[in-house]
């Protein structure tokens, strides 16, 4: 168990517990669907950007009640924790403090109609002046109450290097299962009075905010450097490769798909998944760490003539309904534990099931399993834990300037355990 002095970034998701902050990424409006937010440089990146350096983001979505909404956007600057800096939008955005998403186009030849909207940051309109943590605000009308999604986006600038590695857990009854991640931070030249004050330190897994553990006090300090390598911080469970299913063709079945269907509209059975929690070994699959791809091998633009599809999933599994219920997330649904990602138990079958209706494409998903009497949920009760599992860590260094009321995005490292 990790220790009470590791501070989480968020609170552990519990079933009880389901409301959606505006610092979040999250998706206010159901006709809304497959939002994507990356650095333009790779497709399902971290939506990061250095300050200054010519760098974009993209923002794509879909509508799926069709025709054309008026739609605003606007960032705003937030501390590292996802709270408001609650500063003048002149402080930190140039240009305007909103805009109008003008970008958008209709899907064509896809039994299901939608429309498809793209926003690309910074523009000439709407672009950040210092770095940070910002959220991206997308709303009705101009109506900052009325909102439709929301995404997190970072923004850096590079004044501090960051060294890091991971290692087996300390501890012998967690050594097998989890991955411990030490790292050295060499701030140079910045004026840091107190390293406990002045900067923050967030690693979060897969580019998962409720997996974040927060560093702010070093093990000890040599010169410039602060290291950070106690033995009770920055353990986290491996976890299991994510498991995954293709839809880029509706014409053929692909891996895991037992049945496709179409009508009025495109179905697909997918084979039954099988419960891992118990699996003895580890068992190396490509996975994109959580992410998704909108893609169709049949057409010549995703964005626009790949169609959705009602997916049914199931899971067996000997755990209760008494005691608990899976959860089925991915990036594609912000790993929300709510309504919308929650199995249902069939008493005629003996598994747990959920329809899901999703765009063609490659996609990552997983089951956390969410305990009845205490709301707890756990990632590895139905995946396992191994320390071999492959996965992507994002290591974020915050900085106070000076006299400042705000924190600074000053560093950045994506370590992956499978590459030296």
């Not at 399902?44 to 010519?54: D, E, K, R």
Request: hydrophobic share 30%; proline share 4%; net charge negative.
């Amino acid at each position: 168990m990790r220790k009470p002095y590791i501070l989480l970034f968020l609170l552990s998701i519990t079933a009880k517990c389901f409301a959606q902050s505006p610092y979040t990424d999250s998706i206010y409006q159901p006709e809304i669907k497959s939002v994507e937010f990356y650095n333009t440089k790779k497709q399902a990146s971290f939506p990061l950007i250095t300050l200054g350096s010519g760098e974009k983001v993209m923002l794509a979505f879909d509508n799926l009640n069709g025709g054309s909404q008026e739609y605003y956007y606007t960032i705003e600057h937030c501390d590292a924790l996802w709270n408001s800096s609650n500063i003048s939008t002149t402080e930190y955005l140039q240009a305007y403090s909103d805009d109008k998403i003008i970008n958008y186009t209709y899907s064509l030849g896809t039994f299901r109609k939608y429309t498809h909207y793209e926003l690309t940051l910074p523009n000439e309109n709407i672009a950040p002046k210092i770095p940070g943590n910002y959220i991206l605000k997308v709303y009705e009308d101009g109506d900052q109450n009325k909102l439709v999604l929301t995404r997190r986006l970072y923004v850096l600038n590079s004044k501090i290097g960051i060294s890091a590695e991971m290692i087996p857990s300390v501890d012998n009854s967690t050594r097998s299962t989890n991955q411990k991640i030490n790292f050295t931070l060499n701030y140079g030249n910045l004026p840091v009075q107190n390293p406990a004050t002045n900067l923050r330190t967030l690693i979060i897994q897969n580019n998962r905010p409720e997996t974040g553990m927060l560093n702010t006090q070093p093990t000890y300090i040599r010169g410039t450097q602060l290291i950070f390598n106690d033995v009770n911080r920055n353990d986290f469970p491996g976890g299991n490769e994510f498991r995954h299913f293709d839809t880029r063709t509706l014409k053929l079945n692909s891996e895991r798909v037992l049945r496709m269907m179409h009508d009025t509209a495109n179905t697909i059975i997918m084979l039954t998944d099988a419960d891992q929690g118990q699996q003895a070994n580890y068992s190396f699959q490509y996975d994109l760490n959580g992410s998704f791809y909108v893609l169709n091998q049949d057409g010549t633009d995703p964005r626009t003539d790949a169609d959705y599809t009602h997916i049914y999933f199931t899971l067996s599994t000997q755990k209760s309904p008494m005691d608990g219920s899976p959860y089925l997330v991915g990036r594609f649904n912000d790993f929300k534990l709510d309504e919308n990602s929650k199995m249902h138990y069939d008493a005629n079958t003996g598994k747990f099931a959920i329809v899901l209706h999703l765009k063609q494409g490659v996609y990552d998903y997983t089951y956390v399993w969410v305990d009845k009497a205490s709301g707890k949920a756990d990632d590895t009760a139905l995946e396992g834990s191994y320390f071999e599992t492959e996965n992507d860590y994002q290591i974020l260094v915050y900085y106070r300037p000076p006299g400042a009321r705000w924190e600074e995005l000053i560093g950045y490292r994506l370590l992956n355990t499978a590459k030296k």
